[in-house]
């Protein structure tokens, strides 16, 4: 390339052969990074049509801090042929703007393939099984700061700073920063031990009965996490408050439990044994009844207008929708149960019993009253 230049700068004049240069080498980048781009683009539909995680994040990622890499060293390089001509100090920097340059396209590079990876994982067209979203969030995150921190340093170094004296004036001045922002700093430590400990991922539904938080979790940040609650508003919660109230995950139940209390009248106990029979023996026939977990069926109370029996047993799906269906036919088949028998449900009633000398009076002085 240089004899090349040499060349056509030889069919001109001294004084004129820099500028040949300069335009040869701007002709050159752009042919090349014209030459890039198509080819660029044509990797990325062939990445495109095979939907592979990694090829993908790759070539997008790659495609525009490449073209720019040729037009930086092309216009460096063009930069410094003026400088050979030129006394200006201005073109001293040149040659640390390369580097600088270099380094923030390899940033904008690293940083946006652990993005798009990030995205592709949790994408069901890329992945037979998507990872987890809340440990992908949280790898993403911590990958993309550490790149970004170590860019920053080597930039520093480039242009001459020492990284051992800022790294001792971050030593010193992250006391008095930690000082400062210690609730900052309550929420960045409370969202890890969330990416550690895992008390709730992205998509759970959660609840504390310590505070007035419950809600499906839309996104864990490192200083706050968003909350939707079920009047569809959003709330915002501080990292740092998961860290000291009890939290509960409705979304890694189980089972969901049907306890129920059913009274009967006083006048239907002699049916209250085959009653209970029926209902135990309907439950274990239910096909939406787990009849692997607890199922209790029993008489266990004289009410105050009713005699009661309970019913404790768990369907085997966690859908909240689901249950209240599957729930409203347990009890609708309990409420036929009692009928069968000739039974009916007890609501609250009062007797009053009269003695028999005040019953013959009242009727006395009725008549009384007639006459």
Same mark, same amino acid.
């Given at each position: 390339?240089?004899?090349?230049?040499?060349g !056509?700068?030889?069919l001109v004049?001294?004084e004129?052969?820099?500028m !040949?240069?300069?335009f040869?080498?701007v002709?050159?980048?752009?042919l090349v990074?014209?030459? !890039?781009?198509?080819l660029?683009r044509?990797?990325?539909?062939l990445?495109?049509a095979t939907k592979s995680?990694?090829d993908d994040?790759?070539y997008?990622?790659?495609?525009?801090?490449?073209?720019w890499?040729?037009w930086l060293?092309?216009?460096?390089?063009?930069?410094?042929?003026?400088?050979?001509?030129s006394?200006?100090d201005i073109?001293d920097?040149v040659?640390?703007?390369?580097?600088?340059?270099i380094?923030?396209?390899?940033?904008w590079?690293?940083v946006?393939?652990?993005k798009r990876?990030?995205q592709?994982?949790?994408?069901?067209?890329?992945?037979?099984a #998507?990872?987890?979203?809340?440990t992908?969030?949280?790898?993403?995150?911590?990958?993309r700061?550490s790149v970004?921190?170590?860019?920053?340093?080597?930039?520093l170094?480039?242009? $001459?700073?020492?990284i051992?004296?800022?790294?001792?004036f971050? $030593?010193?001045g992250?006391?008095?920063?930690?000082?400062?922002?210690?609730?900052?700093l309550?929420?960045?430590f409370?969202?890890?031990?969330?990416?550690l400990d895992? #008390?709730f991922a992205?998509?759970?539904w959660?609840?504390?009965?310590?505070?007035?938080i419950?809600?499906?979790v839309?996104?864990?940040?490192?200083?706050?996490? /968003?909350? /939707?609650t079920?009047?569809?508003? #959003?709330?915002?919660?501080p990292?740092?408050v998961f860290t000291?109230?009890a939290v509960?995950n409705?979304? /890694?139940?189980l089972?969901?439990?049907i306890y129920e209390?059913?009274g009967i009248?006083y006048?239907?106990a002699?049916q209250m044994?085959?009653?209970v029979?029926?209902?135990?023996?309907?439950?274990?026939?239910? #096909?939406?009844?787990?009849?692997?977990?607890t199922?209790i069926v029993?008489?266990?109370?004289?009410a105050?207008?009713s005699?009661?029996f309970?019913v404790y047993?768990?369907?085997?799906?966690?859908?909240w929708v689901?249950?209240?269906?599957?729930k409203?036919?347990?009890l609708l088949?309990?409420l036929n149960?009692?009928?069968?028998?000739?039974a009916?449900c007890a609501?609250?009633t009062?007797t009053?019993h009269?003695?028999?000398?005040?019953?013959?009076?009242?009727?006395?002085s009725?008549g !009384?009253?007639?006459?």
């Amino acid at each position: 390339m240089e004899s090349f230049l040499e060349g !056509v700068s030889g069919l001109v004049s001294n004084e004129s052969a820099w500028m !040949v240069q300069v335009f040869a080498i701007v002709i050159i980048t752009l042919l090349v990074a014209f030459v !890039v781009r198509r080819l660029l683009r044509k990797l990325v539909r062939l990445a495109g049509a095979t939907k592979s995680v990694w090829d993908d994040a790759l070539y997008l990622s790659a495609q525009k801090p490449l073209e720019w890499v040729f037009w930086l060293v092309g216009l460096s390089w063009a930069a410094e042929i003026v400088q050979n001509t030129s006394s200006s100090d201005i073109f001293d920097l040149v040659a640390p703007a390369r580097e600088a340059g270099i380094i923030v396209l390899l940033t904008w590079f690293v940083v946006g393939f652990i993005k798009r990876a990030e995205q592709n994982l949790m994408d069901p067209e890329f992945m037979d099984a #998507p990872v987890d979203e809340t440990t992908v969030t949280a790898l993403g995150k911590l990958l993309r700061l550490s790149v970004i921190i170590t860019a920053v340093l080597v930039g520093l170094q480039t242009f $001459g700073y020492s990284i051992s004296g800022v790294l001792a004036f971050g $030593g010193i001045g992250g006391i008095a920063v930690g000082f400062a922002a210690k609730d900052l700093l309550a929420n960045f430590f409370g969202g890890l031990m969330i990416y550690l400990d895992r #008390p709730f991922a992205v998509g759970d539904w959660i609840r504390s009965p310590d505070k007035t938080i419950e809600g499906t979790v839309e996104h864990i940040g490192w200083r706050l996490t /968003r909350i /939707r609650t079920f009047d569809k508003r #959003p709330l915002y919660v501080p990292n740092a408050v998961f860290t000291q109230i009890a939290v509960e995950n409705p979304s /890694r139940m189980l089972n969901r439990r049907i306890y129920e209390t059913i009274g009967i009248r006083y006048d239907d106990a002699g049916q209250m044994d085959a009653i209970v029979r029926d209902v135990e023996a309907m439950l274990r026939a239910h #096909p939406d009844i787990d009849t692997e977990q607890t199922l209790i069926v029993n008489f266990n109370a004289f009410a105050a207008s009713s005699l009661d029996f309970f019913v404790y047993t768990f369907t085997k799906t966690i859908n909240w929708v689901e249950f209240h269906k599957i729930k409203q036919d347990v009890l609708l088949k309990i409420l036929n149960i009692v009928r069968s028998h000739g039974a009916q449900c007890a609501f609250p009633t009062t007797t009053l019993h009269v003695p028999e000398t005040v019953n013959c009076e009242l009727n006395s002085s009725v008549g !009384v009253d007639a006459k």
